[in-house]
């Protein structure tokens, strides 16, 4: 009941005694219409409350950032009431809420299609959360939850061109083939002499029986793989989503440059729950943007034992790139300590403004000691 319904029982109520004590009929007249006039709101709201149907979707269930997802809306009433039209609560993508009015036939079923924009990176759940039913006149309203969770939206981030990542020497393709070239130990077929061959390669007893020179080729390894370290933890201050829009959109763009190559890349997202994604080919892409954007970005782990976890994936790795909001010392020794064991590394500082004292200062040590570095300003 709203504070005019509830003025409208008290004045029809007092009606009724000021007829009852007087024997006025116009006072009893009055006082029976707001009674009446209540009693109607109250039935007309009850009807609408216990005989609605909600039905909402999510058209594709993602959207990429920028974009706008599309949402549906079935509205159906199993009785006829009048009421007023509908207050919506509604979550939108971005984590915010927004209230809409609806206004509803009187038989049938209304339908509704908007389109919400998606402005930050995230997995969010977008619908209706909660509806207000109430009366023409305003005097009951009769507030619902929706039952289960509103349908989840994941808004993908955008590729950002970047550089190629660079590979380690010693561990590309051209020089791992020729280090497993050098390693005579593991021939896999017999060819003609080439310009360029070297002669420790030459089949001599081979080459002296068919009167022309004859090398080993020996099978070439796999490229190494390229690691893709991102710091899920939680960024600090209000620019939030900016900071993770700008973090994973710098991320796909490194891992969607990797597969166009042809490289293994490895995305461990183990603290977020989904495991290790790894793919060779563009194919892999789009599921590697969906577990980006599903990261949740709220873990409180030390960024700098992550990095050391990931040395026993350096025997196969040829790149790593690092994403992260912080750099620390504790960050950048971890950092340094990966790049010792042979990997070529990027590491990608991600912040809302300039970087501190202290921020350039660790840039710099890690860029004198050979690891590559960017620094992106988010917004």
Request: aromatic content about 6%; hydrophobic content about 45%; overall charge neutral.
């Given at each position: 009941m709203t504070a005019r319904g509830f003025y409208l029982l008290l004045f029809g109520s007092l009606m009724l005694f000021t007829a009852l004590s007087v024997g006025s009929s116009g006072a009893f007249l009055l006082g029976a219409a707001a009674l009446f006039c209540g009693a109607l709101s109250l039935l007309c709201v009850c009807l609408a409350a216990f005989s609605c149907r909600v039905e909402q979707s999510v058209e594709g269930g993602q959207a990429a950032?920028?974009?706008?997802?599309?949402?549906?809306?079935?509205?159906?009433?199993?009785?006829?009431?009048?009421?007023?039209?509908i207050a919506l609560k509604i979550e939108l993508p971005g984590g915010r809420q927004s209230d809409f009015w609806l206004s509803t036939r009187?038989?049938?079923?209304?339908?509704?299609?908007?389109?919400?924009?998606?402005p930050h990176v995230g997995v969010f759940p977008v619908g209706v959360s909660q509806l207000t039913i109430s009366d023409c006149f305003g005097l009951f309203a009769f507030r619902r939850s929706m039952r289960g969770a509103p349908q989840n939206v994941a808004v993908l981030p955008n590729p950002v061109q970047t550089a190629p990542l660079p590979v380690s020497p010693g561990e590309g393709e051209n020089s791992s083939a020729q280090r497993a070239l050098s390693d005579h130990s593991i021939p896999e077929d017999i060819r003609a002499w080439?310009?360029?061959?070297?002669?420790?390669?030459?089949?001599?007893?081979?080459?002296?029986?068919?009167?022309?020179l004859m090398v080993h080729t020996y099978e070439t390894p796999q490229r190494p793989d390229a690691l893709i370290l991102l710091d899920i933890a939680q960024p600090s201050g209000a620019a939030r989503s900016a900071l993770i829009d700008a973090l994973t959109e710098g991320c796909a763009g490194t891992i969607e440059s990797l597969l166009q190559a042809g490289r293994m890349t490895r995305l461990p997202l183990e603290l977020s729950g989904q495991g290790e994604l790894a793919g060779q080919g563009m194919e892999s892409f789009d599921a590697m943007r969906r577990a980006l954007a599903a990261a949740g970005?709220?873990?409180?782990?030390?960024?700098?034992?992550?990095?050391?976890?990931?040395?026993?994936?350096?025997?196969?790795?040829g790149s790593v790139a690092v994403f992260s909001t912080r750099l620390t010392?504790?960050?950048?020794?971890?950092?340094?300590?990966?790049?010792?064991?042979?990997?070529?590394m990027r590491y990608t500082l991600v912040t809302a403004g300039e970087t501190t004292e202290e921020q350039d200062k660790l840039l710099n040590l890690l860029r004198v000691s050979g690891v590559e570095t960017l620094h992106v300003k988010a917004g």
């Amino acid at each position: 009941m709203t504070a005019r319904g509830f003025y409208l029982l008290l004045f029809g109520s007092l009606m009724l005694f000021t007829a009852l004590s007087v024997g006025s009929s116009g006072a009893f007249l009055l006082g029976a219409a707001a009674l009446f006039c209540g009693a109607l709101s109250l039935l007309c709201v009850c009807l609408a409350a216990f005989s609605c149907r909600v039905e909402q979707s999510v058209e594709g269930g993602q959207a990429a950032r920028g974009g706008a997802c599309r949402f549906h809306l079935r509205v159906r009433f199993g009785l006829p009431a009048v009421i007023a039209p509908i207050a919506l609560k509604i979550e939108l993508p971005g984590g915010r809420q927004s209230d809409f009015w609806l206004s509803t036939r009187l038989f049938g079923t209304t339908e509704s299609e908007n389109e919400f924009a998606c402005p930050h990176v995230g997995v969010f759940p977008v619908g209706v959360s909660q509806l207000t039913i109430s009366d023409c006149f305003g005097l009951f309203a009769f507030r619902r939850s929706m039952r289960g969770a509103p349908q989840n939206v994941a808004v993908l981030p955008n590729p950002v061109q970047t550089a190629p990542l660079p590979v380690s020497p010693g561990e590309g393709e051209n020089s791992s083939a020729q280090r497993a070239l050098s390693d005579h130990s593991i021939p896999e077929d017999i060819r003609a002499w080439q310009d360029g061959d070297e002669l420790k390669r030459v089949h001599w007893k081979l080459s002296a029986r068919r009167q022309s020179l004859m090398v080993h080729t020996y099978e070439t390894p796999q490229r190494p793989d390229a690691l893709i370290l991102l710091d899920i933890a939680q960024p600090s201050g209000a620019a939030r989503s900016a900071l993770i829009d700008a973090l994973t959109e710098g991320c796909a763009g490194t891992i969607e440059s990797l597969l166009q190559a042809g490289r293994m890349t490895r995305l461990p997202l183990e603290l977020s729950g989904q495991g290790e994604l790894a793919g060779q080919g563009m194919e892999s892409f789009d599921a590697m943007r969906r577990a980006l954007a599903a990261a949740g970005y709220n873990r409180q782990d030390d960024f700098a034992r992550v990095l050391l976890l990931a040395s026993p994936r350096m025997r196969r790795t040829g790149s790593v790139a690092v994403f992260s909001t912080r750099l620390t010392p504790a960050i950048a020794d971890a950092a340094l300590a990966l790049s010792r064991m042979g990997a070529r590394m990027r590491y990608t500082l991600v912040t809302a403004g300039e970087t501190t004292e202290e921020q350039d200062k660790l840039l710099n040590l890690l860029r004198v000691s050979g690891v590559e570095t960017l620094h992106v300003k988010a917004g």
